[in-house]
């Protein structure tokens, strides 16, 4: 069973629909005991580091998930979520992450030609960095969606996707049991449901 971490700032409704399009097994929860018996953990993320952060926190639900992956637990993080994979984010201030990734999440108005629009909303190409099980039933150039004004930076031991949008900039990361997607896969239409599937296999 797959755990899809309910605490208040995702949108679980694609997710789940997408899920069950691939024929997962999944449940939607805050509660840890359910996080504690699933085989493998998503968490997404809509919306402000610093407040995601501090849900998660206020919940208990950090220390739980830091726990689990300690423990060998495959996690994904999705959009927000895979930001909060990180150790810092400077997103209005600056915020602890669960720190299960070494790199940082910054804002990408320095990084990105002045005349393109932030959020970076839109249809990207993948180019695959490292080879990686997330990647096996897609092929490198294929589109997935973003929507976000932050990004993963510093983060070259576990990059392994990046998308063109002025600049590299970092579209999916994994090392050992952790794995995160910027891009929303449930939003990418078949691109999208085969790394999910992906994702279930590893």
Known sequence: MIA???YGVGNLFSLCSSFKAIGADICVTGDKEIIRKADKLIL???GAFCDAAKKL???GLDEVIKEEVKKGKCIMGIC???QMLFEKSYEYGEHKGLGLL???????ENTIPKDLKIPHIGWNSLHFKKENPLFKYIKN????????SFYAYGCDDSLIATAEYGNELTAAVAKGNVYGCQFHPEKSGEVGLNI??????V
Request: hydrophobic residues 45%; charged residues 20%; contains cysteine.
């Open 4 to 6: 899809i971490i309910d």
């Open 44 to 46: 997404p993320g809509v």
């Open 57 to 59: 926190s206020d919940l």
């Open 80 to 82: 927000l979520g895979m």
């Open 102 to 108: 070494k790199g940082q999440v910054i804002g990408m």
């Open 141 to 148: 150039g294929d589109c997935v969606y973003f929507v976000h």
């Open 196 to 201: 999910l599937k992906a994702f279930c296999e």
